[in-house]
């Protein structure tokens, strides 16, 4: 009974067990519902999905399972957004074609012709290498390759070069909510706990209690010492937007477990590179910078700094005054990587990008240079490392 | 024995149905939701509906899973032996009863509210299985196993705050509560403030549900703070119009303090309303 379904909803990849099927069972055989295929459909999802991000997936197999059943509501219609310009597929082009594929001329012809071609085009358009659209090899649109390419309706760029950006980029915030798959990432951050005893005295000293016990011929003394507090504090700065989108999720559940790993968790965020100001707040990163000079002045040098970034970027943006991609930089961004160094002893830089890639690009190198090799791939086991080496020089 | 909401309480029919489920089958009910959605309420509400006693654990971040079955309070039994008290040779008189084994022991079945699980330590919820599961649990000191009479009904609450074990949920019902739709909120109101003006209301109702679209809020306002804000809108017999007469969106309530509750997000909605004020 129900056999099929259960099976269709591990394919789908809800977890669920044996153990919460047979509890199905067990509560349609003690009648819980009865005739009425909307409650058996909330019984079902209250006895096998465990995780409110699990309910589309289910309810997409219930609805496949159980055809014809038409009272699903809205959760269906979201399913089902046909959005102008959405990105549906990638173009995966070597390096090799990516040369092959010539430019159209220069910028003001490419601008001239996109005119047309919105003017001439009407309907939502997908690969290709004339129209405007995703995926494709025209000069217009986003998520496709052309090397003079204008992008329209994306967020960040994918081969980290345009002419132009027609969308102002909106990063989003790293969600601290985001909980799914942080527990090994806890476990591992658990490493670097430094336990230290402050505060009021509340727990009982068992052998400073033995000791005065004695002292006091037999006579009970107490004795009470502040309890165990973790001592450690971190500062975490992010890379965010741009060439960093791919790597979102597995930036929102490292932050999340930290979050919580840390209570003295000061975080900011930057865009490629460390220059004289960071922030806190993506949505108006423009209006509310923090100066660099303060964050080193506000945060002793006990702090530990872990840098997530993927350390890709121009090599002039950390090398060069003025090489900023957003700003013109005074003092080039080593520099100021260098004063955070100096500033705090204890600092590693993670990298989302997998360890084998980091040779192809040159600035990761240099990143690595200025981090004397401090700099651990963003994976259970990088991470693990990574930890092991901050802890270790823990004084 | 049915639950089906209270008079001071408007439960959806899968909700309904997920408290029956547990009291049926004698299985913990996890509830999620966003802040604000009677998680907590529903406890209370259950136990006043089917005439049960409460019994309420509150989950702080040093909380230990212990603590909710019986502590052994060897501290004062030392301090008692010192003084030569009686009391010291039986064992049992320094035993503290945590609530879960006072719902166990209750004469008739009762409800048992786990608050907040979620903020305790992350092998908080693993200590519990096999309590939750079995409901029985030994007691060393006094070597008694002390096994519920009923099986309570057990609601179980958090905030997601951390993500609870596998092993924990299987042995759990799961509802989520979702935010109530205009329809549900408009009842939710009605138990609340019998004979509010409909059109207050129906104003009122509007500019909520507005101020929940503005984007990047960091807390979005709940039915509570709906329902403080209406009893304030009436304390102050603010009238519909004053809510209605520009385009919402486009004007600050009367009172917003009492739905936005921290000043970044009062700075952002004032800083919007202020943008599209210009933009019109």
């Known amino acids: 009974m129900l056999v099929d379904f259960f099976l269709q909803l591990k394919q789908a990849k809800v977890p669920v067990t044996v153990r919460e099927y047979l509890s199905l069972l067990e509560a349609l055989d003690r009648q819980v519902v009865w005739g009425s295929v909307e409650d058996f459909y ?107 390419g204008v992008r329209i309706g994306q967020d960040g760029s994918r081969h980290r070069r345009a002419v132009k950006v027609w969308d102002r980029r909106e990063f989003k915030n790293l969600d601290g909510s985001v909980e799914l798959g942080t527990r090994n990432i806890k476990v591992a951050l658990r490493r ?58 597995v930036c929102e559940e490292l932050f999340s477990a930290a979050r919580v790993e840390f209570k003295s968790l000061e975080y900011f965020y930057f865009h490629n590179f460390i220059y004289e100001n960071v922030w806190r707040d993506n949505q108006r990163y423009r209006a509310e910078r923090i100066d660099l000079w303060d964050v080193i002045h506000t945060y002793g040098p006990d702090y530990k700094l872990i840098f997530v970034g993927d350390a890709a970027m121009s090599p002039y943006e950390i090398s060069m005054v003025g090489g900023s991609v957003e700003h013109y930089n005074d003092e080039a961004g080593y520099v100021w990587g260098q004063r955070l160094l100096d500033a705090y002893r204890d600092a590693i830089w993670l990298n989302p990008t997998p360890q084998g890639w980091w040779n192809f690009t040159q600035s990761v190198g240099m990143v690595r240079q200025l981090m004397d090799g401090r700099m651990f791939p963003l994976t259970l086991a990088g991470l693990d490392e990574g930890i092991r080496l901050l802890s270790k020089i823990q004084r | 024995m049915k639950f089906s909401g209270t008079d001071s309480y408007i439960a959806t029919n899968d909700l309904n149905l997920a408290v029956n489920a547990a009291i049926t089958l004698g299985r913990p009910l996890l509830i999620k939701g966003e802040p604000g959605t009677g998680k907590t309420m529903l406890a209370e509400e259950v136990a006043r509906a089917l005439n049960m006693p409460l019994y309420q654990w509150h989950v702080k971040s040093t909380t230990k899973a212990n603590q909710g079955l019986y502590e052994y309070d060897a501290v004062s039994r030392l301090r008692d032996s010192q003084l030569g008290d009686e009391r010291v040779h039986e064992i049992g008189n320094y035993i503290v009863k945590g609530k879960l084994w006072e719902a166990f022991e209750s004469e008739q079945r009762s409800v048992l509210l786990i608050d907040e699980i979620d903020k305790a330590d992350i092998e908080f919820p693993n200590d519990l299985l096999q309590e939750l599961d079995r409901m029985e649990f030994y007691v060393y000191e006094t070597r008694q196993l002390i096994k519920a009479r009923h099986r ?6 958090s905030n997601n705050e951390k993500e609870l074990p596998d092993a924990f949920l299987r042995r759990c019902f799961f509802h989520y509560i979702r935010f109530p739709d205009a329809e549900t909120m408009v009842q939710i109101v009605e138990v609340h403030y019998p004979g509010i003006k409909q059109s207050l209301l129906k104003s009122a109702l509007e500019t909520f549900f507005g101020m929940r679209e503005v984007p990047g809020l960091k807390k979005k306002p709940s039915t509570s703070e709906l329902l403080d804000w209406l009893k304030l809108l009436v304390a102050e017999e603010i009238p519909a119009e004053a809510l209605h007469s520009k385009e919402p969106g486009k004007s600050i309530p009367p009172l917003h303090g009492a739905l936005l509750k921290n000043e970044q997000d009062l700075g952002l909605f004032e800083r919007l309303v202020g943008m599209s004020r210009r933009g019109r």
């Open chain 1, 42 to 148: 909330y019984l079902a999802r209250l006895c096998l999905v465990k995780d409110e991000t699990n309910f589309d997936k289910f309810d997409r197999v219930f609805a496949q399972y159980f055809e014809g059943v038409t009272a699903l509501g809205e959760e269906l219609e979201t399913q089902i957004p046909e959005e102008w310009l959405r990105k549906l597929s990638e173009l995966v082009l070597s390096e090799e074609e990516k040369s092959q594929i010539e430019a159209l001329g220069g910028f003001e012809k490419l601008m001239e012709t996109l005119k047309q071609r919105l003017a001439e085009q009407k309907e939502r358009h997908q690969g290709g290498s004339k129209w405007i659209g995703t995926g494709g090899r025209s000069p217009f649109g986003a998520y496709g390759y052309n090397p003079e």
């Open chain 1, 192 to 249: 670097l706990r430094h336990f230290a005893r402050e505060g009021a005295p509340e727990v009982l000293d068992m052998p400073g209690t033995i000791r005065a016990t004695a002292n006091n011929a037999g006579y009970l003394d107490l004795k009470m010492v502040p309890k165990l507090h973790n001592k450690v504090k971190v500062l975490l700065f992010f890379d965010v937007g741009g060439s960093m989108d791919e790597h979102i999720k």
């Open chain 2, 152 to 157: 309570p009904v057990i609601i179980i609450t």
